[in-house]
């Protein structure tokens, strides 16, 4: 529970000194608060809460808006915590990490129960994180990880393997060119500089693409994961390399901006050059399903409901696991086809 003012506080005690024989010890709350974390009064909303009106106030700090994956991450978020009824700070950070650290300076100084934020990248969170725990507010990591070596700074960390992502695409990109004689030019959309999808996406695809000599990747940049940016990127390896075989990319949105580059150069996504992508939004199924792009990786956005599963097993003193792994599965075009009708985002 958060403190009480002076005058309060003084009121609170006149008030257990005269009915402390009525009250039994229990303030309303129930009586097992040992283990529960001491910014906050009870999981669920059922009481105290930042807001003073018996809400668990939840502050949220999304990476921004660059991609159709990322909205349906922050309306999985809005939606599931106006369902547990919780009050969401919501901010959004534009991508850079220094609004990031700035909202959650604001939670701190609002005094919310639980802060969750997807971290724009993986460097330079010690402090802020530090800030968090000396005031009592426990932290939860969605989407994207840190790489601090004090993992009592977090409560845990939920969202998708990027690294096994990046295999998956490198696993059927090695089968469907077993049998190439000849070398495979491969240009790469890389995600946000320095951020964790990029990092494992990259790593987990080079760590299986490795030992077969003629996959070669040719060129990779970043496309900040957005749409604009892959067509540019794009565009720009169209024109130095010729007869380009493959395309990965980090994320739906950056191929899709890939694919008006590679129509507008007079090719055929998906035939002329093969297009490997993860996310699995809707546009990109249906892309997939229009045979544009060849393989997809889904990286399922819709964490709102296990986030807010932890908030509530955090605030109830409860042991939660470290690291809580979102199920996810592949795509072909005639998979996605076949699925496309039914997709949720």
């Not at 191929?255 to 998906?270: F, K, R």
């Amino acid at each position: 529970m958060k403190s009480f003012t002076k005058m309060g506080a003084l009121a609170a005690i006149v008030t257990v000194m005269l009915f402390s024989a009525g009250c039994g010890g229990n303030n309303g709350t129930g009586s097992s608060q040992t283990n529960a974390p001491t910014n906050n009064q009870s999981a669920g909303g059922n009481q105290g809460g930042a807001a003073g009106n018996g809400k668990v106030v939840l502050g949220f700090s999304q990476v921004g808006a660059e991609s159709g994956w990322r909205t349906a991450n922050t309306d999985s978020i809005k939606e599931s915590a106006a369902e547990a009824g919780f009050e969401l700070k919501f901010s959004d950070a534009q991508q850079k990490q220094e609004n990031q650290i700035k909202a959650i300076r604001s939670f701190i100084q609002q005094k919310a129960d639980v802060i969750a934020f997807s971290p724009v990248v993986e460097s330079g969170w010690d402090t802020v994180l530090q800030e968090a725990k000396d005031a009592g507010i426990p932290v939860i990591l969605t989407d994207r990880a840190v790489d601090s070596q004090d993992t009592s700074l977090y409560e845990t960390f939920i969202g998708s393997d990027f690294v096994e992502e990046g295999r998956r695409a490198g696993k059927w990109l090695v089968e469907q060119f077993k049998d190439a004689a000849e070398p495979v030019k491969i240009v790469e959309l890389q995600g946000t500089t320095g951020s964790a999808p990029a990092i494992d996406r990259k790593n987990g695809f080079e760590e299986v693409i490795k030992d077969n000599a003629n996959l070669q990747i040719v060129a990779s940049q970043t496309g900040d994961f957005t749409r604009a940016k892959g067509k540019e990127v794009m565009q720009s390896f169209l024109q130095a390399h010729k007869d380009i075989d493959v395309l990965y990319a980090h994320n739906d949105d950056m191929g899709l901006g890939a694919i008006q580059a590679i129509e507008a150069a007079g090719l055929v996504p998906g035939k002329d050059i093969i297009i490997i992508t993860v996310d699995a939004v809707k546009d990109g199924m249906t892309a997939a399903a229009e045979g544009k792009i060849n393989f997809i990786v889904e990286c399922n956005p819709l964490l709102g409901p296990q986030l807010m599963q932890a908030v509530n097993d955090v605030l109830a003193g409860k042991e939660i696991p470290r690291r809580i792994v979102t199920e996810e599965g592949t795509f072909t075009s005639e998979e996605a086809k076949a699925v496309l009708a039914d997709r949720k985002y």
